[in-house]
């Protein structure tokens, strides 16, 4: 059994924006369930101890804690690399400075689209866009490096060169170009977001020609939709294999979507240890290595490599977590993938929302 | 010319693996024997010549051979985005 390299802790569910494509639970959790920063720096310390190295700081929006600067030193306390994955829309020069003493390493700054009317529109929230340049420009100025993160999908590929320019723009080193994935909110949303063929294949001509163009200037990490795929992603590198999630109410996950997978049980961060939940949890053993593999993967040249693709993406589509993802093109179920593609069009967003049946 | 971690980037002990790792923004890697001896004098304050004199006392060897190789793979670390142009 690997030591997991990463830990994605989900700080809260609680965020200005409403993004359609949003990879939080439908169901979401409220402040008063939320892990303490005492807990959370519990948390890092045990985290660093497993063998960790990064801690990516998520939500929701991180920065909607008001302990977050305790929260970033505890991580880098710990020893842990710190990046603040955030929407910029609450950051502000005083904040950023003391989250910058507290030892914060990178920023990862969501933009939903090249320009505000459409950027507001998707991610659902009014002056959002201007409030990102801003804080793109307060991360540059405190000599922080800064990678920019543009999902892109079915409503905003048309502008991809335009949001390369604004990586560009931004002072960005990194850009993340990430099709959309289809868990939580995003499956919700799936009709109003697959892209068509041809709208793939042309973002990934023009990545292809930025990275050629921008070579030394500007990194292009390229996340692509398994939807038009023959072989499926390596989901989280293989389960329980190298990255762990702790979600805001302190659920042990593989991944973050993994709750999505009805009937599992996860072990919480209150009444377990890291290393128990990793090491020694149905949870994290249930889909660990090979020997669980379904056929066709039992035997696969390609099962040590993509591991059977995705757990939640298979219980999603066909309603079975331990079977061969669908993305798959020897899956028996492919073909429910060419069925979405073709249901997509103009469909209207659900917009994220805390639901009416918890508050 | 005095080295320095680009930023976002630092050298990091690796506990549970027994080995140090080069963290950087969303990347890390495992940098080798030579690159380690070079990456654990940049403090910000030696310069070349200062990690060249350290490390011709530790190694006992040439300084022109140390010379060469300090340079050679400070250029090597800059390429890589670890050390800063």
Known sequence: MNAPLAILAELTHRCPLRCPYCSNPLELTRASGELTSAEWADVFAQAAELGCLQAHLSGGEPTARRDIVDIVAAARAAGLYTNLITAGVLLDAPLLARLQAAGLDHVQLSIQDAEAEGAERIGGMKGAHARKQAAARLVREAGLPLTLNAVVHRQNLHNLSAMIELALVFGAARLEVAHVQYYGWALENRAALLPTRAQLDEATRIVEAARAQHKGRLVIDYVVPDYYAARPKPCMGGWGNRFLAISPAGNVLPCHAAESIIGMVFPNIRSTSLRAAWEESDAFNRFRGTAWMPSPCQGCEHAERDFGGCRCQAFALIGDAAATDPACALSPHHAVLASAIAEAGDAAFVYREFSAAQS | ?85
């Open chain 2, 1 to 85: 010319m005095i080295p320095r971690f680009a930023p976002g980037v630092r050298l990091h002990h690796d506990k549970a693996r027994a080995r140090w790792v080069v963290m950087a923004p969303e990347r890390m890697f495992i940098p080798d024997e030579t690159a380690l001896e070079v990456l654990q004098l940049v403090d910000g304050a030696r310069d070349l010549d200062a990690i060249i004199d350290a490390l011709v006392e530790k190694f006992a060897a040439p300084r022109d051979v140390i010379a060469a190789d300090v340079r050679a793979m400070v250029a090597d670390l800059t390429n890589r985005g670890a050390l800063q142009a």
